[in-house]
């Protein structure tokens, strides 16, 4: 149920090709709806930032924080994944995969909020 509704309208017309190729997979998805795709994506990054801009409460920034580097580490480790990663030395990637396995089994504890976003739909795009 919305609490406050408004108009956000985004139109984009990509010229580079690498644009047009995300922007087409996007399009023709049948795994989930464009705005689904598009409010994962973007909440994981900006919605700290918009939270941080209008509440006065640390927790409750500190909270929306968790939950969208948790996003962000899934979708890290699905590209990882995805491209066949795992086995680089990069220690970045390294780093990435040790810290999901135990983010992963820590969330499923302390991450039983109701406010929380779901992300869970990223692991069927692929």
Not at 35 to 42: E, H, I, N, S
Not at 72 to 77: E, M
Request: with cysteine.
């Amino acid at each position: 149920m919305c609490n406050k509704q408004i108009d956000f309208r985004w139109r984009y017309q990509p010229c580079q090709s690498i644009d047009v190729q995300l922007m087409d997979y996007i399009q023709a998805s049948r795994i989930t709806g464009k705005t689904q795709m598009m409010l994962v994506a973007v909440r994981s990054f900006w919605l700290t930032h918009a939270v941080a801009d209008y509440s006065d409460s640390e927790k409750e920034v500190q909270r929306i924080a968790r939950s969208c580097v948790k996003a962000l580490r899934t979708q890290a480790q699905e590209i990882v994944e995805l491209a066949g990663l795992e086995g680089l030395e990069d220690s970045s990637l390294k780093f990435l995969t040790q810290y999901y396995s135990w983010s992963n089994s820590q969330s499923r504890v302390s991450h039983s909020n109701n406010n929380d976003y779901d992300d869970a739909g990223l692991s069927n795009f692929m």
